[in-house]
């Protein structure tokens, strides 16, 4: 059974940055996807980014592209997210997610890492 945990979340003052971490156990990655997405109070969970395992390309919604960059560690089956120029908007809850190659739904979640950029 895959399990991923983020880490890194926190306080941060709008303008400051945050590098959340998921590490992955139970299955080592060499293909498929890894995303990370948010939840705010109130709203419906959003994609972030997304990273390819294998080919190491990335995809950015809109609100982050700039801002946000996914990479990954493989050695150490864990993903990152860097986060720059923070907003009082990007306050939410962030959650890690996996899949398997050839499935276009994300299978498996990290329990989520807060994040609050006050203004």
């Known amino acids: 059974q895959v399990q991923l945990v983020e880490s890194g979340g926190g306080l941060v003052q709008a303008g400051g940055s945050l590098r959340l971490s998921c590490a992955a156990s139970?299955?080592?990655?060499?293909?498929?996807?890894m995303g990370w997405f948010r939840q705010a109070p109130g709203k419906e969970r959003e994609f972030v980014a997304q990273?390819?395992?294998?080919?190491?390309?990335?995809y950015y919604a809109d609100a982050v592209k700039g801002r946000f960059a996914i990479s990954r560690n493989s050695a150490k089956n864990t993903a990152f997210l860097q986060m720059n120029s923070l907003k009082p908007e990007d306050t939410a809850v962030y959650y890690c997610?996996?899949?398997?190659?050839?499935?276009?739904?994300?299978?498996?979640w990290g329990q989520g890492t807060q994040v609050t950029v006050s203004s």
């Open positions: 139970g299955r080592t990655f060499s293909s498929g996807a």
């Open positions: 990273l390819n395992w294998s080919t190491g390309s990335t």
């Open positions: 997610a996996a899949r398997r190659t050839g499935v276009t739904t994300y299978e498996y």
